[in-house]
């Protein structure tokens, strides 16, 4: 097997793979997930298929149902493919959802050591989601290590087994690092914005982000990592501070208080959008070539 078909397998391309702009609507379905609608199809707009997702209930309001659905929701990724592939992006009738970054402010946490902040977080009750969850998932990996690897939140299997990304997505994420030539436990360490899993892994609310984002914060000032990658939307966006969708903070170095952050797409999204896992191998390697300059590397 040679260097690309290696990195293809790894990404779980193998020989399928997908040359761009063949994928025109797969593309425009994700960049119309990103875009977040804000107003929910009435239901006799919906397929079968679409109106049986929970998360796509025209009960519930609208932007939170939808936002929440396009990301972890197939059914409703299949309507919002259905509609992107039916109307261009520009003259679509959805507006984008803003996230708000002025968060609620979190409660302070005074300065503590690594161990007492994993106890800390083990043990915390700052929010609903302590009422739920199996145990909370501090990181893993190297606390020293050079490269910080930032998801969303804890799914079920990190709920059930106390680390972070070890179910399908995990998979994912220790094969692309593999592929850059990274190992998961020696040269990264891996956290998330939130700590506990969010019921039925829906996405996590502001306050629940706001009350969790000291822990964050603290891990990041005892790793000092040279280099951030922040996976996804919730990752991106609360470090970032910012409503920007994830395709405009691509390909950019941004800055997490004074450490290099980079941006790309969450594995649990990949795995449902094979094209995109093209963009993610450039991210990673863009951040490759990021951490080399920061290390005086040519
Ligand atoms: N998705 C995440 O963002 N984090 C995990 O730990 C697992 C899945």
Redo the contacts with the bound molecule.
């Keep these: 097997m040679n260097r690309k078909e290696y990195v293809l397998s790894q990404f779980g391309l193998g020989p399928r793979w997908v040359r761009r702009g063949q994928t025109y609507p797969a593309a425009l379905a994700s960049a119309a997930a990103e875009k977040m609608p804000a107003v929910l199809p009435s239901s006799a707009e919906m397929t079968h298929t679409e109106r049986l997702s929970p998360a796509m209930d025209p009960a519930q309001p609208a932007s939170s149902q939808l936002q929440q659905a396009l990301s972890a929701d197939r059914p409703a990724y299949a309507y919002a493919e259905r509609q992107a592939q039916a109307l261009p992006l520009a003259e679509s009738p959805y507006q984008a959802v803003q996230l708000s970054p002025a968060q609620p402010p979190a409660r302070a946490l005074p300065p503590m050591d690594w161990a007492t902040l994993e106890a800390e977080v083990k043990g915390c009750t700052r929010c609903r989601l302590c009422e739920t969850r199996t145990q909370a ?1 501090f990181g893993r990996g190297n606390p020293k290590a050079r490269w910080l690897v930032v ?5 079920e299997q ?1 709920d059930r087994q106390g680390l ?2 070890v ?1 399908r ?2 998979q994912l994420l220790n094969n692309m690092l593999r592929a850059a030539g990274l190992d998961s436990d020696t040269d990264v360490y891996i956290a ?1 914005v939130i700590k506990c899993r969010p019921p039925a892994n829906r996405n996590p609310s502001q306050d629940e982000i706001a009350a969790c984002q000291p822990y964050l914060r603290q891990q990041i000032d005892h790793i000092q990592p040279s280099l951030i990658l922040a996976l ?1 939307r919730f990752a991106a966006q609360t470090l970032l501070e910012t409503t920007e969708p994830i395709g405009r903070l691509r390909g950019k170095v941004h800055h997490y208080a004074s450490t290099p952050l980079i941006v790309s797409y ?1 594995p ?1 999204y990949l795995l449902r959008t094979q094209p995109d896992k093209a963009k993610a191998w450039q991210d990673l390697v863009f951040a490759r070539r990021e951490m080399a300059h920061l290390q005086g590397k040519p």
């Design positions: 998932v998801g969303e939140a804890p799914g990190e972070p990304f179910g997505a995990g998330n996804g969450h649990a």
